[in-house]
């Protein structure tokens, strides 16, 4: 893995400005703002913290950048935190764990695991946030998440909507972004690759075939057939032709 200085290559550069102009397009960083950059151990929030690092982004570059791990009780936790702690260090970033026993929450509440753990980590991160002062925590999810979230949205939850690349919680006391909405997950596969990113696997003892996984080959099969489907269903995000779909049935069994 590269130490120390950031390489700018062209490829690093194009995705820097694709964050810039997310960013900027839902004005996610304020100055004097406390960016908290969630780490999963993952390629992508790993190559999230990298270009947050480099700042340099018109909005502001007034703002403090730290980094968490959420040490939830997985199979190889405390290798992702060793990690993970030399790797923001090294790019000049605070490295924070919060203990959050998951497992013990799984026997307490009936809720599925997967809401369980993706509301208990974020309420972790913002008890994190009050102690350090932090206000925005930075989520790695990027474009073909987006999509995904779009298509399972449509076929399991019968709405047209995708995740919020701005989104405030308790008033606007703190802010959830996505600031990789407009970079493509194999951009950042090739980054990894090139800075030869450790990355390690979720250590979550019920991960399985999900909905999520299904999606994701459908929207590959889709693009293998017809290679421009990639950019139509993004654009379908944010272009909806109001004129064109339906009010709600009178008779709710029309629905």
């Keep these: 893995m590269e130490s120390g200085k950031i390489k700018e290559t062209k490829h690093f550069l194009n995705m820097h400005k694709r964050l810039e102009n997310a960013i900027i397009d839902y004005e996610m960083i304020n100055p004097g703002d406390h960016v908290i950059v969630g780490l999963s151990g993952g390629k992508d929030s790993s190559v999230l913290l990298r270009l947050l690092k480099r700042k340099k982004i018109t909005a502001t570059n007034d703002f403090t950048l730290s980094s968490v791990f959420v040490k939830m009780g997985y199979k190889g936790d405390d290798e992702k935190i ?24 799984f026997k307490k509440e009936k ?44 076929i399991y939850g019968g709405t047209i909507g995708a995740m919020k690349p701005c989104n405030p919680f308790f008033g606007g ?16 596969i090739t980054e990894s690759e090139r800075m030869e990113l450790k990355t390690f696997r979720s250590g979550c003892p019920f991960q399985c075939i999900s909905e999520r996984s299904f999606v994701r080959e459908l929207l590959e099969n889709v693009r293998k057939h017809y290679p421009v489907s990639r950019s139509n269903i993004f654009k379908a995000m944010y272009s ?12 709710k069994n029309m629905g």
């Design 240 to 251: 909806p032709n109001l004129e064109y779909l339906l009010k709600p049935p009178s008779n």
């Design 82 to 105: 060793e990690y993970l702690k030399n790797y923001s260090e090294d790019l000049g970033v605070k490295f924070h764990v919060i203990e959050e026993p998951i497992l013990e929450t």
């Design 111 to 154: 809720k599925g695991p997967c809401y369980l753990c993706s509301r208990n980590r974020r309420l972790a991160i913002f008890r994190l946030a009050d102690e350090i002062g932090g206000n925005v925590v930075a989520f790695g999810h990027h474009k073909d998440d987006f999509m995904q979230t779009f298509m399972l949205n449509l």
């Design 173 to 188: 006391k703190y802010r959830i972004i996505r600031p990789m909405l407009y970079i493509d997950e194999q951009m950042i």
